[in-house]
């Protein structure tokens, strides 16, 4: 069984530049959730997908991050404009039906 | 009240020794608590999990203890060995696709 997929592993910004993020789920997991690692820190969910509607994005900060799941499968995750402070490694899980979050590789992302 | 408590924040045992990692919780809605183990440039891949029903849990090494009363769950790793050493996060969530809390990590090195 495929695991979750992400792409870039890595993107490096500028500051107030934006930067889109990829994930794809394993296949047939209904919720998908959005994470960010910051170095040293357990994750902290940002956004929580049951198919392609929102569930949870009450720690999202919606003025520069925006995530989407169309059709129900694939998800992006976007900032606009990056910060300094959203350095971090941005982590997507898929959850099957018996509550098990696997999780992808991770985007590393650095703004300068 | 959604916090999760972790430590110690890192930990130095010899090959054979049983290191152990706390967590305490606070929200007695949570009902799922995982343990998650993560290598570099790696996402977290789960460990074991237990619910509150059972004050006990053994795959393989791994032992999770779970004092439901004093809302705090430990992680036991019997008989350790190099290829141990990673990051172990603890986690707290629902049955109902509810997002996972994470604690703050132990950074686990078990020498040769």
């Known amino acids: 069984e495929a695991g979750v997929a992400q792409s870039p592993r890595y993107k490096i910004i500028e500051k107030r530049q934006s930067v889109a993020f990829w994930c794809n789920p394993i296949s047939g997991h209904a919720t998908l959730y959005w994470y960010q690692q910051i170095l040293g820190q357990g994750p902290k969910l940002l956004i929580q997908?049951?198919?392609?509607?929102?569930?949870?994005d009450s720690q999202l900060p919606k003025d520069r991050f925006s995530a989407e799941r169309l059709k129900g499968v694939d998800s992006t995750l976007k900032i606009q404009p990056a910060k300094l402070e959203d350095s971090a490694v941005y982590l997507c899980?898929?959850?099957?039906?018996?509550?098990?979050?696997?999780f992808g590789p991770g985007t590393r992302l650095t703004v300068l | 009240q959604q916090q999760v408590k972790q430590s110690p924040q890192s930990l130095i045992v010899q090959k054979g020794g049983i290191p152990i990692i706390n967590c305490a919780y606070e929200?007695?809605?949570?009902?799922?608590f995982p343990w998650y183990q993560q290598f570099p440039g790696k996402g977290p891949a789960l460990l074991i999990a237990?619910?509150?029903?059972?004050s006990e849990k053994k795959e393989g090494r791994f032992t999770i203890s779970f004092n439901k009363s004093a809302k705090q769950f430990s992680l036991h790793i019997m008989d350790s060995q190099p290829g141990d050493s990673a990051t172990y996060f603890c986690?707290?969530?629902?049955?109902?696709?509810?997002?996972?809390?994470f604690g703050s990590g132990t950074r686990l090195q078990v020498q040769p």
């Open positions: 899980a898929s959850e099957d039906m018996e509550d098990t979050q696997y």
């Open positions: 237990i619910r509150p029903d059972v």
């Open positions: 929200n007695t809605a949570f009902d799922y």
């Open positions: 986690a707290a969530g629902g049955t109902g696709r509810r997002a996972l809390t």
């Open positions: 997908f049951q198919n392609n509607g929102v569930v949870d």
